[in-house]
């Protein structure tokens, strides 16, 4: 497998303090160490795949968020357009490219694809008095877990909580209509921001964790409720964002839902068999981690 050999300027030196306990590494940089370390292992069948190691989320951070990206785009525009390009994404709003004439399959985190930075990717909503971002626009081609690290660990405790969310509400509207239809029944815990140790706490001791999508598709509460043995409930809006969907079903460990459903999450989780989810969660658990996910990634290639 060839890794290209690209500008450093676009592999910028940035920590990360998004989330705020993560180690300063994004997805991007994490999966570039360890395809420097395979690459002469990796084989693809067919079509050749060249990988482009560029560090999107902390260029685009660290150039005024994605605002301030000509350079990048020049350089992309250059490209060898006979080629077939892979790469790797965290940022929510997947990858900017001036047209869509390159090929290069997407494998995003955060959901997003091959996108235009307009009006019609990123839109302005109003919702509840507030003003706020969304993202709307093309998926990636393949979803794969958002994590980082450390990753959340499983403490093996007792689960004294029925079903809690611990976070911002205003980041997308189906957070406030979370809160507002479900913090009056007594089953559902809701948390402003805590620390590390009583986020982790929360995660392991909650039989359920509430993980709606924010600004992009996703979210990390997906998959830390799955470390911690928690059975999650992605609250998706227009795309749902779904790894290894084509291995598992997410319908065996988790409870999916469309924002305009949340009120009959009462009823839905008082008729789940608790005891089956929680098994079949602990059968696909061992997938969400950087490892298999890089495994997963390089077997798509074939």
Partial sequence: MIILDIPKEFQPNYKSIYPGYSSGKNMEEIFFEF??????????????YIYLPVFWTSYYVTNNYA????????????????KNYFTIVQYASGIFVKNFDLNILVFSAGGGGLNINNNITTRELNYYGLNRSCFCGEKGDYDIPLMCLPLIPSLKINKSIFCSFMGRFDTHKCRIDMRNL???????????????????????????????????YTSFRIYEAIMADSIPIYIWDDKRVLPFSNKINWDDFSIIIHQNDIHMLPNILENTDITKMQNNLQKIKHLFTFEETFKYITNSLK
């Fill in 67 to 82: 605002k301030n990206i000509d350079r990048l785009y020049n350089w992309l525009d250059q490209l060898d357009k006979t």
């Fill in 182 to 216: 479900l913090q009056h029944n007594n089953k559902f815990v809701f948390y402003e921001s805590l620390g590390f140790e009583q986020y982790k706490q929360i995660l392991n001791s909650s039989i359920f964790t509430l993980a709606p999508r924010g600004f992009g």
């Fill in 35 to 48: 395809f420097s370390k395979t690459k002469n292992e990796i084989e693809t069948t067919n079509i050749e």
